[in-house]
């Protein structure tokens, strides 16, 4: 995803192994899909590695130095292709739990609304 027009990926390492039965999809991913997928994202670094006796792997790499590995083994091509663009729109910020549904920097003085509200 862009923030303020600027694409947050940088690279994306494309882990895979050339003996493997759980590489097979991305085997075919690289040969399918990922010149297009290249093509159309020219801002982006793609690299492949070969990792032997390894499963299959994508990495992304952004610009806040946050990395998010995503797990592709026995998935299909077309799979494999909607996690690499998972990836590419993903803004790179880690996942934050929050602690209440509602979140405001000034909390309201009266106290918060609830069903059970008596009047």
Same mark, same amino acid.
């Given at each position: 995803?862009?923030?303020?027009?600027?694409?947050?990926?940088?690279?994306?390492?494309?882990?895979?192994?050339?003996?493997?039965?759980?590489?097979?999809?991305?085997?075919?991913?690289?040969?399918?899909?990922?010149?297009?997928?290249?093509?159309?994202?020219?801002?982006?670094?793609?690299?492949?590695?070969?990792?032997?006796?390894?499963?299959?792997?994508?990495?992304?790499?952004?610009?806040?130095?946050?990395?998010?590995?995503?797990?592709? =083994?026995?998935?299909?091509?077309?799979?494999?292709?909607?996690?690499?663009? =998972?990836? =590419?729109?993903?803004?790179? =910020?880690?996942?934050?739990?929050?602690?209440?549904?509602?979140?405001?920097?000034?909390?309201?003085?009266?106290?918060?609304?609830?069903?059970?509200?008596?009047?």
């Amino acid at each position: 995803m862009a923030l303020r027009g600027v694409w947050q990926l940088q690279k994306l390492v494309v882990n895979y192994c050339d003996w493997g039965g759980s590489s097979r999809g991305i085997r075919a991913f690289m040969e399918a899909h990922l010149p297009s997928f290249k093509e159309k994202n020219p801002h982006l670094e793609v690299v492949t590695e070969l990792v032997r006796g390894q499963h299959p792997n994508l990495k992304g790499i952004y610009k806040n130095h946050n990395e998010r590995v995503v797990c592709v =083994r026995n998935l299909a091509p077309e799979d494999i292709l909607l996690q690499a663009t =998972r990836l =590419r729109n993903s803004l790179g =910020r880690k996942v934050v739990k929050l602690r209440t549904r509602h979140v405001t920097k000034r909390p309201s003085v009266q106290g918060t609304w609830t069903t059970e509200l008596k009047m």
